[in-house]
């Protein structure tokens, strides 16, 4: 008798739940303060200055990186560099290039502040002299970003990164609005062997 009675609300719940699952997830999706409005779809370049992990050089990096929103929580992302610098603990001229691509995840803390967190495969061609040598690995990253104002956001939290040696250190960025879809920018990222310093503009699409 009990298997029936229980058997019975169960059925009964579920045919109350399947008209109204969808309803209540539209409701829930749209409530206001989901979602922040950050831009996850936007291409930027830029200059970034100081110390790299791999190769072990101080040089100058230019650099263009992108981002595109698969849904409001996901995005890929993906970039492209080219430095020249000084060899550390060395002497002569090093150059090469870093390439990126990765996936991104973002979710909501509170009103104004996201979680936002990155995978990447990274590989760096270094040339000096008459070698050569490339190397790929990962840089994985989690922080927040947070709207101080209308115009400005900052963002920082802590990255580890492993090409050919491994790197751990903390990063953090200003983000300020010029007009409707323009921002410029300041980054920071400091490690055992990583101190850089960038400015950057950003498009956002």
């Given at each position: 008798?009990?298997?029936?009675?229980?058997?019975?609300?169960?059925?009964?719940?579920?045919?109350?739940?399947?008209?109204?699952?969808?309803?209540?997830?539209?409701?829930?999706?749209?409530?206001?303060?989901?979602?922040?409005?950050?831009?996850?779809?936007?291409?930027?370049?830029?200059?970034?200055i100081g110390n790299l992990?791999?190769?072990?050089?101080?040089?100058?990096?230019?650099?263009?990186?992108?981002?595109?929103?698969?849904?409001?929580?996901?995005?890929?992302?993906?970039?492209?560099?080219?430095?020249?610098?000084?060899?550390?603990?060395?002497?002569?001229?090093?150059?090469?290039?870093?390439?990126?691509?990765?996936?991104?995840?973002?979710?909501?803390?509170?009103?104004?502040?996201?979680?936002?967190?990155?995978?990447?495969?990274?590989?760096?061609?270094?040339?000096?002299?008459?070698?050569?040598?490339t190397d790929t690995g990962?840089?994985?990253?989690?922080?927040?970003?947070?709207?101080?104002?209308?115009?400005?956001?900052?963002?920082?939290?802590?990255?580890?990164?492993?090409?050919?040696?491994?790197?751990?250190?903390?990063?953090?960025?200003?983000?300020?609005?010029?007009?409707q879809n323009l921002d410029?920018?300041?980054?920071?990222?400091?490690?055992?062997?990583?101190?850089?310093?960038?400015?950057?503009?950003?498009?956002?699409?």
């Open positions: 008798m009990k298997a029936r009675k229980y058997s019975a609300v169960l059925l009964l719940s579920a045919a109350v739940a399947v008209p109204v699952s969808p309803a209540l997830a539209d409701t829930v999706a749209t409530l206001p303060g989901r979602d922040n409005a950050f831009s996850y779809t936007y291409l930027q370049g830029g200059v970034d992990r791999n190769p072990r050089a101080d040089a100058d990096t230019v650099y263009i990186e992108g981002s595109y929103a698969l849904d409001p929580n996901l995005h890929v992302r993906g970039g492209l560099g080219y430095y020249d610098g000084d060899v550390r603990r060395g002497s002569g001229n090093i150059y090469g290039h870093r390439i990126s691509a990765g996936i991104g995840f973002n979710t909501l803390l509170q009103d104004g502040l996201d979680f936002v967190a990155s995978g990447d495969v990274v590989q760096v061609r270094a040339k000096s002299g008459g070698s050569s040598a990962v840089d994985l990253r989690g922080g927040v970003r947070h709207r101080t104002t209308d115009r400005l956001q900052l963002a920082g939290g802590a990255f580890h990164e492993n090409i050919d040696r491994s790197d751990t250190g903390l990063y953090g960025e200003a983000l300020f609005n010029v007009q410029v920018g300041a980054r920071v990222q400091v490690g055992d062997d990583i101190g850089t310093f960038g400015l950057f503009g950003r498009y956002n699409f």
